[in-house]
T-cell receptor
Framework: GEDVEQSLFLSVREGDSSVINCTYT??????LYWYKQEPGAGLQLLTY?????DMKQDQRLTVLLNKKDKHLSLRIADTQTGDSAIYFC?????????????FGKGTKLSVIP | GAVVSQHPSRVICKSGTSVKIECRSL??????MFWYRQFPKQSLMLMAT?????????EQGVEKDKFLINHASLTLSTLTVTSAHPEDSSFYIC??????????FGQGTRLTVV
């Protein structure tokens, strides 16, 4: 099955860029996802990338995928205090069928004003 | 770490029947639990936020009369899929919050309606 690892904490100053990293094990993953959880709220899908892409940009968000190293990253440009949240990387668990996602434990991003 | 137990992990039911899925926080009290659904080959989508002792808050497009959520205690939330139809077949997952910034996930329930 899929195993997803990510660092637990990241602290950046407002206005700087944030980079959250994730590694995964299932090379057959077709999609990889980033979810955001704000304090007191549920998960919200932030962005995703298809496995045939190396990069996806969406406004301040840039997702980079290195399939060779099974490494996924999320870059947030011009980080704001409102970006403070927990960010989860997730990949499908091919061993469990197309339904099931395996999530990392989440990276808590703290933005210092 | 904190453990969230979801039961059952798999269930097959006949069309028209109701299915109850339980989500328990085993070693902590969770004032808030979240229910998600994953459609085939799609990502997880938040269905509703369940708060202990109050009505659940449903996301837009989620039928609250079809997906009944009961958060009866600080350690248990249930999702009942009423009058299930084949299109309700999906993967349902819950999560429970320990603090405002930590969430732990159940292992998920694969529902198949035949």
């Amino acid at each position: 099955g899929e195993d997803v690892e990510q660092s637990l904490f990241l602290s950046v100053r407002e206005g700087d860029s944030s980079v959250i990293n994730c590694t995964y094990t299932d090379s057959s993953s077709t999609y990889l996802y980033w979810y955001k959880q704000e304090p007191g709220a549920g998960l919200q899908l932030l962005t995703y990338i298809f496995s045939n892409m190396d990069m996806k940009q969406d406004q301040r968000l840039t997702v980079l995928l290195n399939k060779k190293d099974k490494h996924l990253s999320l870059r947030i440009a011009d980080t704001q205090t409102g970006d403070s949240a927990i960010y989860f990387c997730a990949g499908p668990d091919s061993g469990a069928g197309s339904y099931q996602l395996t999530f990392g434990k989440g990276t808590k991003l703290s933005v210092i004003p | 770490g904190a453990v969230v137990s979801q039961h059952p992990s798999r269930v097959i039911c006949k069309s028209g029947t109701s299915v109850k899925i339980e989500c328990r926080s085993l070693d902590f009290q969770a004032t808030t639990m979240f229910w998600y659904r994953q459609f085939p080959k799609q990502s997880l989508m938040l269905m509703a936020t369940s708060n202990e002792g109050s009505k659940a808050t449903y996301e837009q497009g989620v039928e609250k009369d079809k997906f009944l959520i009961n958060h009866a205690s600080l350690t248990l939330s249930t999702l009942t899929v009423t009058s299930a139809h084949p299109e309700d077949s999906s993967f349902y997952i819950c999560s429970a919050s320990l603090t405002d910034t930590e969430a732990f996930f159940g292992q998920g329930t694969r529902l198949t309606v035949v």
